[in-house]
């Protein structure tokens, strides 16, 4: 067998876009290496490393064998009819076919006969010569450049290449930045494989202005790594200078008592700017504390890469971190100059913070009438009103979900309803403002602010501050009531207006984020428990489009329960549990937990198994049944003791079971169905439930409906039968 080495690729190109670098390592890596894999150039546990810096990507792959193994082929031929005359030769079809693949009339006494459906054929059996290593890594390279996930293609004219016809500067390539050089190193020695122009050699290049040397020659391809950090001032791995950069960030961090922004996306993006990182610390004046600090955060991490400085409680401080690529003896004027560059930066948004305090939210009001939201839904001033119907039909809602009430209890409702009325009104104004409509970003955000620096209640600023959220997952939830309701109506006007014009999404297109704003309705639902069913802030939300739109609650209704079940089963929830609790499509979303809690329990309990499966037979006996079937029982109809027995059993367990379940008590009430196996059991071994007697087959299918409705309060238990 032969023996194997490592194998070193890198393409170095000028500097690539840092967004994507990250996704664009792994995938030339992991997709040039399970080339290799799959042409058993290297092994299934073959080792595939990745780097990625702004000007290279490269991979090192363990356990590459110079030449894959032969492998035996047999190629279906022709039937033998077909392939040979009465006499047992070869006819010319046969020999036509042969030469197709390679063969010729000394292949026919070596050909196999075998039954090929219903007829006999020939076989050839061959074998076929494994790639060597420089046609495997060359169909690999290939593979691993045309699957890149490359953002934007760029074409560029070729300097130099080979052939007697090539003219520089008239050859194009398009890949994502123009590469400048490939590197094939297995073990000591070159692979001669080709891309872009480029033939593959020994020399990479190091940092573009602190390397050692200006052409790295490569002892080998385990040497790579090292001969470019000590060589070339590059930490080509990213996740090793990811790593390092967080390891400075905290140290100069720490060093001054503070703790710096934690973005991951901001931490990629800076890993992919450099590659020789240095950490500094800046500051900027004191005075402009004096702007919301999203502004300020944002713009530093957004425009400049910088990384802001948080004090014990949160707040943000007047110093800073950036990541340099390069590391000066005196890094006073790289600090000078980031400090510089930061400060138009700080002051655009003291201006546009100032600015914009000169006009209150309300006389931004008119404004949104201008603002189109959707073509078929009118403006942001259309949709504020809609949101502002919206929110009184939610606070109505609770209003009579919480009665009997006192007189104090109604002004709080009545109170509740103003704030939601007047932050629906104001939350979209802050679009109009100049600071988001530089930073988009801060919408809602900025809308709170300005509310305070107004003087607006507390609960209006919260409400419009609030109520996009959950923008995310994980993301916090609205702090009070009003925002509660604000943000709950804000995702239902999404939802309805655009299910009702037809903008549903489909497979991975969900342009206007309907996925998300389905899940922030349902995580508000169950998060704080609202005492809200999901059928009425449907319907409650259709009459503010008037008659603009169709009635879409009934496919909403469909849509909110998948994007339940996905979220439940994301939770850890087994499909089993998710499914036995909505398919009952609870319209109380916030008892949901609780449901599925109890389903557990019960699903823990030795008599289960044997009462799932028997509520999956009635279920089974019912739906065949002819005409209605009543869930009554008459008495005097109970022939059969073990009839008469279960009857008795359902009589004492069935209420004691639904008072548990009006107290919402589930777990208590799935339990107390327990003590129906036995008579269950008893009923199915000894009553024909399909009697001859039409009066004993209606009583005991409405016996067994009884039992149903009974077993099925609190989810569909014959979901739980294997």
Request: hydrophobic share 45%.
């Amino acid at each position: 067998m032969s023996t194997t080495k490592n194998l070193l690729v890198e393409l170095f190109v000028e500097e690539l876009p840092p967004k994507a670098l990250k996704k664009l390592g792994e995938s030339f890596a992991s997709t040039l290496a399970a080339s290799l894999r799959a042409q058993g150039l290297a092994a299934g546990d073959a080792v595939a490393t990745p780097f990625a810096s702004p000007r290279r990507l490269a991979v090192h792959v363990t356990a590459v064998a110079p030449k894959a193994a032969d492998k035996a082929q047999q190629t279906k031929l022709m039937p033998v009819a077909v392939a040979l005359d009465a006499a047992g030769n070869a006819t010319p079809a046969l020999l036509k076919k042969l030469a197709s693949v390679g063969a010729d009339a000394s292949a026919v006494p070596g050909l196999k006969r075998q039954i090929d459906g219903k007829a006999e054929a020939l076989f050839l059996d061959s074998i076929v010569p494994g790639a060597t290593l420089a046609e495997g890594l060359q169909r690999a390279l290939d593979e691993a450049l045309a699957k890149l996930p490359i953002p934007k293609v760029m074409g560029y004219q070729l300097e130099t290449g080979n052939g007697p016809d090539f003219q520089p500067g008239w050859t194009t390539v398009n890949f994502v930045r123009p590469a400048h050089g490939l590197v094939a190193m297995y073990g000591a020695d070159v692979v001669p494989v080709a891309t872009l122009g480029l033939t593959a050699g020994r020399i990479t290049h190091g940092h573009r202005f602190e390397a050692a040397v200006a052409d790295i020659s490569l002892t080998d391809a385990d040497s790579y790594a090292a001969q470019l950090a000590e060589q070339g001032a590059v930490i080509a791995s990213f996740d090793a200078r990811r790593a390092e950069i967080v390891r400075q960030l905290t140290e100069a961090a720490a060093k001054e008592g503070l703790t710096p922004i934690d973005d991951e996306g901001l931490l990629d993006e800076v890993t992919a700017l450099v590659e020789r990182p240095k950490v500094l610390l800046c500051r900027f004046e004191p005075e402009f504390l004096a702007v919301p600090q999203e502004c300020l955060i944002l713009t530093m991490k957004a425009n400049q890469k910088y990384f802001p400085l948080l004090d014990a409680q949160g707040k943000l401080t007047h110093k800073f971190l950036i990541v340099s690529n390069i590391r000066p003896a005196d890094a006073s004027a790289v600090i000078g100059g980031n400090e510089r560059v930061v400060r138009p930066r700080l002051a655009d948004a003291k201006f546009f913070f100032e600015q914009d305090r000169k006009k209150t939210l309300a006389s931004r009001v008119p404004g949104l009438a201008k603002v189109v939201y959707h073509g078929k839904l009118g403006s942001q001033g259309d949709r504020a009103e809609r949101v502002r119907a919206i929110g009184h039909a939610i606070v109505n809602q609770l209003r009579l979900a919480t009665l009997p009430y006192t007189v104090d209890a109604k002004d709080e409702f009545d109170v509740l309803d103003s704030k939601v009325q007047q932050a629906a009104l104001l939350a979209k104004t802050d679009l109009l403002t100049d600071m988001v409509g530089e930073f988009p970003e801060l919408q809602g955000i900025m809308g709170g602010y300005y509310a305070r620096a107004e003087g607006l209640r507390d609960g209006v600023a919260i409400a419009i501050e609030d109520h996009y959220k959950p923008r995310f997952a994980g993301d916090a939830l609205p702090r009070n009531h009003s925002g509660t309701v604000l943000a709950l109506a804000d995702k239902l006007e999404t939802l309805v207006g655009l299910f009702g014009i037809g903008q549903l999404p489909t497979g991975d297109k969900d342009p206007f984020a309907l996925r998300r704003h389905a899940l922030g309705v349902i995580r508000i639902l169950v998060e704080k428990n609202l005492p809200l069913e999901l059928p009425e802030l449907l319907a409650g939300a259709v009459p503010a489009f008037v008659d603009s739109i169709e009635n879409p609650s009934a496919q909403l209704a469909e849509f909110f329960n998948d994007r339940l079940a996905v979220a439940l089963r994301d939770q850890g929830y087994s499909a089993q549990e998710v499914d036995a609790v909505l398919a009952l499509k609870p319209a109380r979303l916030g008892d949901v937990p609780k449901r599925l809690a109890a389903v557990r329990s019960f699903a823990a309990l030795p008599e289960a198994t044997a009462l799932a499966a028997a509520n999956k037979r009635i279920g089974n006996i019912l739906k065949k049944a002819e005409g209605e079937v009543l869930a009554q029982v008459d008495a005097g109809l109970l022939k059969e003791p073990a009839e008469a027995s279960l009857a008795a059993a359902l009589a004492e367990v069935g209420p004691a079971a639904d008072r548990l379940f009006e107290l919402h008590d589930y777990e208590a009430s799935l339990k107390a169905l327990a003590a129906l196996r036995t008579p269950v059991d008893a009923f199915f071994d000894g009553v024909m439930v399909n009697a001859d007697d039409p009066a004993l087959r209606a009583n005991r299918l409405g016996l067994l409906a009884s039992l149903h409705a009974a077993m099925n309060r609190v989810a569909d238990l014959s979901r739980l039968a294997s």
